[in-house]
């Protein structure tokens, strides 16, 4: 539908020359009645937010005040670059920006959005949740306990609607809840919808968090891996690693893995380095007595992983969050992987690490990712996994190139320790129940590819797909993704499947990718850009979406926020921070309708426009405090002297 229109101009004497000029400098060629200048772009925004903010539409205090820019946002920065976005190399002409370094990699000096000020007068836990009898800690415990002069100090809701008690029937952060007014009774107490609360005692819709008990003993290291400590004893004997008979088993080693037989109805726990628990103390068991511990099973016999065809959405750290894989998955995306997580901090059993490993009853094809340098840590790694998660693969980050994996040998750097790589991949594979996969790039630097090498190696140490990134590490993100050289690699790889991964963000480039013989894609900065690219890719189509309509798509990613992170205040700032972080990649989409030719390039940076109305134009701009801006339209004003810098540098158009 949007197609012919956008197409039209171009071919009526739009100026195919200018098009083609627009190409080369690496700027999307919109229509021209669209253009603008860098001035009167903020000037209309600007122009057009105090109208919103006299009219008081939605949210916002009363008096108008509350989306009035505060001081802190703009912030000088020591890299050149201002909290609301803009750098020194997009500033004005008498600034002299050829004197500064271009902007690339991470803020890593960036300001920490956590409201702070709230941490004085937090309630305490066994007051909002009701079923606990009373406070443990008693008078030592540093938070109130008098709910009055909590809710003297409490800031005034967000909004009149509570998303958790809508869909769960009952908002388990009751009086701190930012829109308690929805479920508080005239005395304060928390309401409950009956039947949905009814049909929460069902099983979770997220899976694979960490228990408390299995905490305590990653942080006391009483828990024993010893298929991995087999799988590692073999690697010092330079025998690689592979099922072990049950007549080879050395003595000992059963009696460690399996009960004894003198004694069924206890299992004997070996003590580990640093345990208190002596090793003759029993502990009950219950249910069928397996020999799963012993007899391990053979690579035929392993689930198998058919996604031939399938559109991946690839594993991405801050953004690939869970509110953002939902939103993928209601737009067409047929597999997930969670972000990547450090395989030493899963071992130490750090909350936020195991975080990442999270999984919605809506991804029905899930992989968790594991980065790691060393085959001790990823095999122990991968046997607590399968203890302990439900997923359908497990995948190994042979493609971070930031500085910090690559230089303690973890990410990129495998592809140069091809000794250690196999010992990871063998081991892996030994220990885990699921299939096998690894992500990588061509090679390290630009001109030395290394994966058509790899590629039959990492078949022959029984891996069950690869996905190839067409760039190297030097590259990082920068310039167009080599899919030459992945046509090249699908044959080293054959029969194993290889996906693709670069630069698609429309179903022409998932055409032409699909037509190098890979036997799938996997999409990336395209699934950022514009989330709905599946839906295009199965539909065959250009989507011109509506602001309204993407609008839409943000708000269902705060109220999937929200059930994810908590509705009090620490859990709307941590939405917010994710949703800002997401915006930065966003802003980025040109609107269909306003292209002079169709599709957008992912290395294309769009001109200063107008969209075709306020909203539009809102969406487009690439200065934090406009994106601020969006989030108080759906998660309400931001704490004082809040403050935002999008945790990358560089959008890599270059």
Same mark, same amino acid.
């Given at each position: 539908?949007?197609?012919?229109?956008?197409?039209?101009?171009?071919?009526?004497?739009?100026?195919?020359?200018?098009?083609?000029?627009?190409?080369?400098?690496?700027?999307?060629?919109?229509?021209?009645?669209?253009?603008?200048?860098?001035?009167?772009?903020?000037?209309?925004?600007?122009?057009?937010?105090?109208?919103?903010?006299?009219?008081?539409?939605?949210?916002?205090?009363?008096?108008?005040?509350?989306?009035?820019?505060?001081?802190?946002?703009?912030?000088?920065?020591?890299?050149?670059?201002?909290?609301?976005?803009?750098?020194?190399?997009?500033?004005?002409?008498?600034?002299?920006?050829?004197?500064?370094?271009?902007?690339?990699?991470?803020?890593?000096?960036?300001?920490?959005?956590?409201?702070?000020?709230?941490?004085?007068?937090?309630?305490?836990?066994?007051?909002?949740?009701?079923?606990?009898?009373?406070?443990?800690?008693?008078?030592?415990?540093?938070?109130?306990?008098?709910?009055?002069?909590?809710?003297?100090?409490?800031?005034?809701?967000?909004?009149?609607?509570?998303?958790?008690?809508?869909?769960?029937?009952?908002?388990?952060?009751?009086?701190?809840?930012?829109?308690?007014?929805?479920?508080?009774?005239?005395?304060?107490?928390?309401?409950?919808?009956?039947?949905?609360?009814?049909?929460?005692?069902?099983?979770?819709?997220?899976?694979?968090?960490?228990?408390?008990?299995?905490?305590?003993?990653?942080?006391?290291?009483?828990?024993?891996?010893?298929?991995?400590?087999?799988?590692?004893?073999?690697?010092?004997?330079?025998?690689?690693?592979?099922?072990?008979?049950?007549?080879?088993?050395?003595?000992?080693?059963?009696?460690?893995?399996?009960?004894?037989?003198?004694?069924?109805?206890?299992?004997?726990?070996?003590?580990?380095?640093?345990?208190?628990?002596?090793?003759?103390?029993?502990?009950?068991?219950?249910?069928?007595?397996?020999?799963?511990?012993?007899?391990?099973?053979?690579?035929?016999?392993?689930?198998?992983?058919?996604?031939?065809?399938?559109?991946?959405?690839?594993?991405?750290?801050?953004?690939?969050?869970?509110?953002?894989?939902?939103?993928?998955?209601?737009?067409?995306?047929?597999?997930?992987?969670?972000?990547?997580?450090?395989?030493?901090?899963?071992?130490?059993?750090?909350?936020?690490?195991?975080?990442?490993?999270?999984?919605?009853?809506?991804?029905?094809?899930?992989?968790?990712?594991?980065?790691?340098?060393?085959?001790?840590?990823?095999?122990?790694?991968?046997?607590?996994?399968?203890?302990?998660?439900?997923?359908?693969?497990?995948?190994?980050?042979?493609?971070?190139?930031?500085?910090?994996?690559?230089?303690?040998?973890?990410?990129?750097?495998?592809?140069?320790?091809?000794?250690?790589?196999?010992?990871?991949?063998?081991?892996?594979?030994?220990?885990?129940?699921?299939?096998?996969?690894?992500?990588?790039?061509?090679?390290?630097?630009?001109?030395?590819?290394?994966?058509?090498?790899?590629?039959?190696?990492?078949?022959?140490?029984?891996?069950?797909?690869?996905?190839?990134?067409?760039?190297?590490?030097?590259?990082?993100?920068?310039?167009?993704?080599?899919?030459?050289?992945?046509?090249?690699?699908?044959?080293?790889?054959?029969?194993?499947?290889?996906?693709?991964?670069?630069?698609?963000?429309?179903?022409?480039?998932?055409?032409?990718?699909?037509?190098?013989?890979?036997?799938?894609?996997?999409?990336?900065?395209?699934?950022?850009?514009?989330?709905?690219?599946?839906?295009?890719?199965?539909?065959?189509?250009?989507?011109?979406?509506?602001?309204?309509?993407?609008?839409?798509?943000?708000?269902?990613?705060?109220?999937?926020? !929200?059930?994810?992170?908590?509705?009090?205040?620490?859990?709307?700032?941590?939405?917010?921070?994710?949703?800002?972080?997401?915006?930065?990649?966003?802003?980025?989409?040109?609107?269909?309708?306003?292209?002079?030719?169709?599709?957008?390039?992912?290395?294309?940076?769009?001109?200063?426009?107008?969209?075709?109305?306020?909203?539009?134009?809102?969406?487009?701009?690439?200065?934090?405090?406009?994106?601020?801006?969006?989030?108080?339209?759906? !998660?309400?004003?931001?704490?004082?002297?809040?403050?935002?810098?999008?945790?990358?540098?560089?959008?890599?158009?270059?």
């Amino acid at each position: 539908m949007a197609e012919g229109t956008a197409e039209a101009p171009l071919e009526n004497g739009g100026g195919g020359d200018s098009g083609a000029e627009a190409l080369e400098r690496g700027v999307a060629p919109i229509k021209r009645q669209y253009l603008t200048t860098k001035e009167q772009f903020h000037q209309f925004l600007e122009a057009k937010g105090q109208e919103k903010t006299c009219r008081e539409t939605e949210v916002g205090d009363p008096a108008g005040n509350e989306l009035a820019e505060p001081e802190a946002k703009r912030i000088r920065l020591e890299d050149g670059q201002t909290a609301d976005g803009q750098t020194e190399e997009a500033a004005e002409p008498g600034e002299q920006p050829q004197t500064q370094k271009r902007a690339r990699g991470q803020n890593k000096g960036r300001p920490h959005v956590k409201p702070t000020h709230y941490d004085k007068n937090r309630l305490c836990p066994s007051l909002i949740q009701e079923s606990a009898a009373k406070c443990f800690f008693g008078d030592r415990c540093r938070f109130l306990h008098d709910v009055g002069r909590y809710l003297a100090t409490k800031p005034a809701d967000l909004g009149p609607r509570c998303v958790l008690f809508e869909t769960l029937g009952r908002c388990p952060y009751g009086v701190t809840c930012r829109f308690a007014g929805a479920h508080l009774g005239p005395e304060g107490q928390n309401l409950v919808q009956e039947e949905l609360a009814a049909r929460g005692t069902q099983p979770p819709s997220i899976r694979n968090g960490l228990d408390k008990a299995l905490q305590q003993q990653l942080r006391k290291r009483e828990v024993r891996f010893e298929r991995a400590e087999q799988a590692l004893r073999r690697f010092s004997q330079g025998q690689p690693p592979g099922p072990t008979p049950a007549a080879a088993v050395p003595e000992g080693t059963a009696a460690e893995g399996a009960p004894r037989q003198e004694n069924c109805g206890a299992q004997q726990v070996p003590a580990g380095p640093g345990t208190s628990t002596p090793p003759s103390s029993p502990v009950r068991t219950c249910g069928p007595l397996t020999d799963e511990d012993v007899v391990r099973l053979r690579p035929c016999e392993k689930k198998r992983l058919d996604i031939r065809g399938k559109l991946y959405l690839a594993p991405l750290t801050t953004c690939g969050n869970l509110p953002f894989r939902r939103i993928c998955k209601r737009f067409g995306a047929d597999v997930t992987c969670g972000e990547m997580a450090v395989c030493t901090n899963l071992l130490q059993g750090q909350m936020s690490e195991w975080a990442l490993l999270k999984r919605h009853q809506c991804e029905d094809i899930f992989g968790v990712q594991l980065e790691g340098a060393f085959p001790d840590t990823m095999t122990k790694c991968a046997e607590l996994l399968s203890r302990t998660v439900e997923v359908d693969f497990v995948d190994i980050n042979v493609g971070c190139p930031i500085d910090l994996v690559y230089k303690k040998g973890g990410g990129c750097a495998l592809m140069n320790r091809s000794t250690k790589f196999q010992q990871i991949v063998r081991g892996m594979n030994q220990v885990l129940d699921v299939p096998l996969t690894v992500k990588i790039r061509t090679g390290v630097q630009e001109r030395v590819n290394l994966a058509h090498r790899l590629l039959p190696e990492l078949r022959d140490w029984g891996v069950a797909l690869v996905t190839l990134h067409g760039r190297s590490r030097e590259q990082r993100y920068t310039k167009l993704a080599d899919w030459q050289y992945i046509e090249e690699c699908v044959q080293a790889a054959s029969p194993m499947p290889l996906f693709g991964n670069g630069d698609i963000l429309s179903f022409e480039d998932a055409n032409r990718a699909m037509q190098t013989g890979v036997a799938g894609i996997m999409i990336a900065r395209g699934a950022l850009l514009k989330p709905w690219l599946f839906t295009e890719i199965k539909e065959q189509r250009h989507w011109d979406i509506s602001s309204s309509e993407r609008l839409d798509i943000l708000r269902g990613f705060t109220n999937y926020g !929200l059930e994810h992170w908590g509705s009090d205040t620490q859990g709307v700032e941590k939405t917010r921070r994710f949703l800002l972080e997401w915006l930065s990649f966003l802003c980025r989409y040109v609107p269909v309708g306003l292209l002079e030719r169709l599709p957008q390039r992912i290395n294309e940076r769009p001109p200063y426009y107008l969209g075709r109305d306020y909203l539009e134009t809102l969406m487009a701009s690439q200065r934090a405090a406009d994106w601020i801006r969006i989030s108080e339209m759906l !998660l309400g004003p931001v704490p004082p002297n809040f403050a935002f810098l999008p945790k990358h540098k560089a959008n890599a158009y270059k």
